[in-house]
């Protein structure tokens, strides 16, 4: 069966690539036919432009890939799939992070360690989708408050380590002491912070305000 599959024709591969609903039958499909890793990298990995990473109380918890062709995949929520895309998606350019609990401190200090540790990654934009409500306010890390400072600093740190190709750091949050901080950490940074108070964003990600801050 491999060796027949293997012989299929490349324009007959990305027909199977782009009937699979997610990143994790891709994934399955590689792990299934290892073969296939370097045809499958170039129809689908390459194609990766932008990973939108969503959590709140009221909508759950998901993760959305949009591709060069404007298509969007609902992607499954785990580890080694986020990994996977952060690490592989070599023309990824926009990073979407829209939380609102301390619960997913560790995730998101997972996904942006990653993003520190990927080499080649060429962010042109970085969207952070922080609380607004006074019961999120910004404390201190003991409190167990969302975002920790440390988790700023990263995000700070990969910032400054995207400076080369980032043309914009988007904060959307009505706490403008969280801009304040970040601006502390490093006052040299060439981007546009802007404060952004509308808990609809949460539902919203992939309309037209975000495609457009993709689209720089």
């Known amino acids: 069966m491999?060796?027949?599959?293997?012989?299929?024709?490349?324009?007959?591969?990305?027909?199977?690539?782009?009937?699979?609903e997610n990143a994790s039958d891709i994934l399955s499909l590689e792990r299934a036919y290892p073969d296939l890793n370097s045809v499958l990298r170039?129809?689908?990995?390459?194609q990766i432009r932008t990973l939108t990473i969503l959590?709140?109380?009221?909508?759950?918890?998901?993760?959305?890939?949009?591709?060069?062709?404007?298509?969007?995949?609902?992607?499954?929520?785990?580890?080694?799939?986020?990994?996977?895309?952060?690490?592989?998606?070599?023309?990824?350019?926009?990073?979407?992070?829209?939380?609102d609990s301390a619960r997913n401190e560790t995730m998101s200090a997972f996904i942006v360690d990653i993003l520190l540790s990927?080499?080649?990654?060429?962010?042109?934009?970085i969207l952070l989708g922080l609380p607004s409500t006074s019961k999120f306010a910004f404390r201190t890390e003991s409190?167990?408050?969302?975002p920790s400072r440390s988790l700023l600093k990263c995000l700070v740190k990969l910032v400054d380590q995207q400076k080369s190709t980032l043309r914009h750091f988007l904060?959307?949050?009505?706490?403008s002491h969280l801009l304040r901080f970040i601006r502390g950490e490093n006052n040299k940074l060439n981007t546009e912070f802007v404060g952004y108070c509308d808990?609809?964003?949460?539902?919203?990600?992939h309309y037209p305000l975000i495609r457009a801050f993709s689209d720089g």
């Not at 024709?9 to 699979?20: E, T, Y």
């Not at 170039?42 to 390459?46: L, M």
């Not at 062709?69 to 829209?98: A, M, P, Q």
């Not at 904060?171 to 706490?175: D, E, N, R």
């Open 2 to 20: 491999e060796y027949l599959f293997n012989k299929i024709p490349p324009h007959l591969i990305k027909k199977i690539c782009q009937r699979c």
């Open 42 to 46: 170039t129809v689908f990995w390459t």
């Open 55 to 99: 959590d709140d109380e009221h909508h759950g918890s998901s993760m959305w890939i949009s591709t060069r062709d404007d298509l969007s995949y609902g992607v499954e929520w785990t580890t080694d799939v986020i990994k996977d895309v952060l690490t592989r998606s070599c023309e990824l350019h926009s990073f979407h992070l829209l939380c």
């Open 118 to 125: 990927t080499e080649d990654l060429q962010l042109t934009s």
């Open 143 to 146: 409190h167990g408050e969302w």
């Open 171 to 175: 904060i959307l949050s009505a706490q």
């Open 199 to 205: 808990p609809l964003i949460y539902s919203v990600f």
